[in-house]
């Protein structure tokens, strides 16, 4: 806002200055007598087009005379007027958050059972603006069962999922995402799960991960017991000369290094790899991330193309619905979640009513992944399937223990 104070003889006077200097959208603030002469207080709104305008058009005429137009006159800092024009934006605050609390009682009078469930919502965690769109399809003649019963079917309807196909066609599949959210214990989970269904010899790891020593270990230890490769490279461009010899229905699985969100490279991952080999990235996000924090890591991974999202550490998240509230305002759709640190058996495929049931603070419990247990014939025998954990396996100080593993398939890409 653009403040100044006249003195004019009288107020025709004033005006005539107020409109020469501002324009005919200025507004007089305030006047007064002083000394003999009347002062008054006019204030234009930022973006107001008559002093600019004005300025414009004495600069084009000043540059037809072949003058040097003059500059804007310099107007000292007045308190007064400072004080004034912090007095109308605080005033101009006010009158917004009341007019909002005054809409928001409206509507909850009008609607109680809509407003309790709201409510209940915001007690979860989920934001305002998404409490207050699923309690809108409350209808005032339900019953509260009825109504959280239909809010919960519309949560669950509006969490996006993720296909994964890439697992059954093969080819090369990165996990991405900031340090810290589980990437390479993701990576060994989905390599476990090939194995369980495809054999040993349809997975390959691969680590760019020179940074970390405990996560190649992790992975070295893992590869040794599912006896499956893990190659370590040093730079991208080794990858391509890996795609180049990967075959059809065989998965590449690369384990990447951490990034904050500040430092994100922006050269593609698998750029120069043949068109013939499939690629996709999927981005590795924690739940136990505080919203703002998860805003910043997804805007940030947007340069890698992820095509779907990992959840993981649901166990170590207080409130799902602050997590849930960020998901949703996103297009990136989920394809597996994680609540706990077995590696086979605390990871699944998304469960849209599982998620839902734990973000409103329900009892819940992930489905059963239809063939999660395996049974393999050994020489006219049944084998017995993965072993039980193995507690300090790989890295002493990693948090996931690792999983004895008994390779499922003696043919190449078998399936049972």
């Given at each position: 806002?653009?403040?100044?104070?006249y003195r004019a003889r009288d107020m025709r006077d004033a005006m005539r200055q107020v409109r020469e200097q501002q324009g005919e959208d200025a507004?007089?603030?305030?006047?007064?007598?002083?000394?003999?002469?009347?002062?008054?207080?006019?204030?234009?709104?930022?973006?107001?087009?008559?002093?600019?305008?004005?300025?414009?058009?004495?600069?084009?005429?000043?540059?037809?005379r072949g003058q040097a137009p003059a500059s804007k006159a310099a107007w000292p800092a007045d308190p007064?007027?400072?004080?004034?024009?912090?007095?109308?934006?605080?005033?101009?605050?006010?009158?917004?958050?009341?007019?909002?609390?005054?809409?928001?009682?409206r509507w909850a009078a009008r609607h109680p059972l809509a407003a309790e469930c709201k409510a209940r919502l915001v007690d979860c965690g989920f934001s305002e603006?998404?409490?207050?769109?699923?309690?809108?399809?409350?209808?005032?003649?339900?019953?509260?069962?009825?109504?959280?019963?239909?809010?919960?079917?519309?949560?669950?309807?509006?969490?996006?999922?993720?296909?994964?196909?890439?697992?059954?066609?093969?080819?090369?599949?990165?996990?991405?995402?900031?340090?810290?959210?589980?990437?390479?214990?993701?990576?060994?989970?989905?390599?476990?799960?090939?194995?369980?269904?495809m054999g040993a010899d349809s997975v390959t790891l691969v680590t760019l991960d020179s940074q970390r020593i405990g996560a190649t270990r992790q992975l070295q230890a893992f590869a040794q017991m599912a006896g499956t490769q893990l190659r370590v490279l040093s730079h991208r461009r080794e990858l391509r000369e890996?795609?180049?010899?990967?075959?059809?229905?065989?998965?590449?699985?690369?384990?990447?290094?951490?990034?904050?969100?500040?430092?994100?490279a922006d050269e593609p991952l698998f750029q120069g790899v043949p068109e013939g080999v499939r690629t996709e990235t999927w981005l590795v996000v924690s739940a136990a991330t505080q919203g703002m924090a998860l805003r910043r890591v997804l805007e940030a991974f947007r340069v890698t193309e992820p095509a779907a999202l990992v959840l993981t550490k649901l166990d170590e998240t207080e409130q799902l619905g602050e997590t849930l509230s960020v998901l949703l305002d996103q297009h990136l759709g989920l394809s597996f979640v994680s609540n706990g640190q077995r590696?086979?058996?605390?990871?699944?495929?998304?469960?849209?009513?599982?998620?839902?049931?734990?973000?409103?603070?329900?009892?819940?419990?992930?489905?059963?992944?239809?063939?999660?247990?395996?049974?393999?014939?050994?020489?006219?025998?049944?084998?017995?399937?993965?072993?039980?954990?193995?507690?300090?396996?790989?890295?002493?100080?990693?948090?996931?223990?690792?999983?004895?593993?008994?390779?499922?398939?003696?043919?190449?890409?078998?399936?049972?």
């Open positions: 806002m653009n403040v100044r104070r507004v007089i603030l305030s006047s007064r007598r002083v000394e003999g002469m009347l002062e008054v207080v006019a204030a234009l709104e930022d973006g107001s087009p008559g002093e600019e305008t004005r300025h414009q058009e004495a600069v084009m005429d000043a540059g037809i007064e007027i400072g004080a004034m024009r912090q007095e109308l934006r605080d005033l101009r605050s006010l009158l917004t958050r009341q007019n909002a609390d005054n809409e928001a009682a603006a998404l409490a207050r769109s699923l309690a809108g399809s409350i209808l005032d003649d339900s019953t509260p069962e009825q109504a959280w019963e239909r809010l919960r079917a519309r949560l669950s309807g509006a969490i996006a999922t993720a296909g994964t196909s890439i697992l059954d066609e093969g080819g090369m599949l990165a996990m991405a995402g900031p340090t810290g959210v589980g990437k390479t214990t993701t990576l060994a989970r989905i390599a476990l799960r090939q194995i369980r269904r890996l795609a180049a010899r990967a075959e059809a229905g065989h998965l590449i699985l690369v384990d990447t290094a951490g990034q904050a969100p500040r430092a994100v590696i086979g058996e605390d990871f699944h495929r998304v469960d849209t009513g599982y998620l839902t049931r734990l973000a409103l603070q329900e009892r819940a419990s992930p489905d059963a992944e239809v063939g999660e247990e395996w049974e393999v014939r050994n020489q006219g025998s049944r084998a017995t399937p993965a072993g039980r954990m193995v507690p300090g396996a790989g890295n002493p100080g990693d948090n996931a223990a690792l999983e004895m593993i008994r390779p499922v398939g003696k043919g190449r890409y078998a399936t049972h």
